[in-house]
Antibody, heavy 121, light 106 residues
Framework: EVQVVESGGGSVQPGGSLRLSCVAS????????MHWVRQAPGKGLEWVSG????????GYAASVRGRFTISRDNAKNSLYLQMHSLRDEDTALYYC??????????????WGQGTLVTVSS | DIQMTQYPPSLSASVGDRVILTCRTS??????LNWYQQKPGKAPKLLIY???TLQSGVPSRFSGSGSGTDFTLTISSLQPEDFATYFC????????FGQGTKVEIK
């Protein structure tokens, strides 16, 4: 069974740091790009960051660029998101998602249940 | 970044209704358009990828169409379990999502 499980969320003060982790199982992790997507309370989905299978291609949303760093360890089937200089507006449920490729598509076919990050003084 | 516009933001419909949701992009994305369904307290679920390919296990009452900048998701006969929020997403470039359409019971 394909599964991704996030961890590392919690409460942090503005300006603080947090590191999220996502452990994958049930598929060959190093064959797939992985992404982070977040959802603020009561809001829609926002793409945060993505990383290719070999870490050669990395992207960030403008809202987090320069503050967040995505990485992966294929030997550990793990994806990470290091978050610095956290702001109130970073408060959200953070999802890890596996991205599958197709001829005219790249899509998220597996999602975790999310890990909640709360930034508040 | 490519901007996504979904409409309507919400709609009320009855069981058995045919429902059409629309997603428009700010530039040509060919067919790199996906649809997700999200229920309260749950992770999003992939319904359609590549604009029109039904994800395995998704009921055939869901269908997608379009290419370029205009796309639709159609639910041919709305079922009680379909009341949820639907998001479109483009994967042509840096990923972006639409704001969502909430389908509510009439």
């Amino acid at each position: 069974e394909v599964q991704v499980v996030e961890s590392g969320g919690g409460s942090v003060q503005p300006g603080g740091s947090l590191r999220l982790s996502c452990v994958a199982s049930g598929f060959r992790f190093d064959d797939y790009a992985m992404h982070w997507v977040r959802q603020a309370p009561g809001k829609g989905l926002e793409w945060v960051s993505g990383i290719s299978w070999n870490s050669g291609d990395i992207g960030y949303a403008a809202s987090v660029r320069g503050r967040f760093t995505i990485s992966r360890d294929n030997a550990k089937n793990s994806l990470y998101l290091q978050m610095h200089s956290l702001r109130d507006e970073d408060t959200a449920l953070y999802y890890c998602a596996k991205e599958s490729p197709d001829r005219w598509a790249r899509y998220y076919d597996s999602w975790g249940q999310g890990t909640l990050v709360t930034v508040s003084s | 970044d490519i901007q996504m516009t979904q409409y309507p933001p919400s709609l009320s419909a009855s069981v058995g209704d045919r429902v059409i949701l629309t997603c428009r992009t700010s530039q040509n994305i060919n067919r790199y358009l996906n649809w997700y369904q999200q229920k309260p307290g749950k992770a999003p679920k992939l319904l359609i990828y590549g604009a029109s390919t039904l994800q395995s296990g998704v009921p055939s009452r869901f269908s997608g169409s379009g290419s370029g900048t205009d796309f639709t998701l159609t639910i041919s006969s709305l079922q009680p379990e379909d009341f949820a929020t639907y998001f479109c997403q483009q994967s042509y470039s840096t990923r972006t999502f639409g704001q969502g359409t909430k389908v509510e019971i009439k």
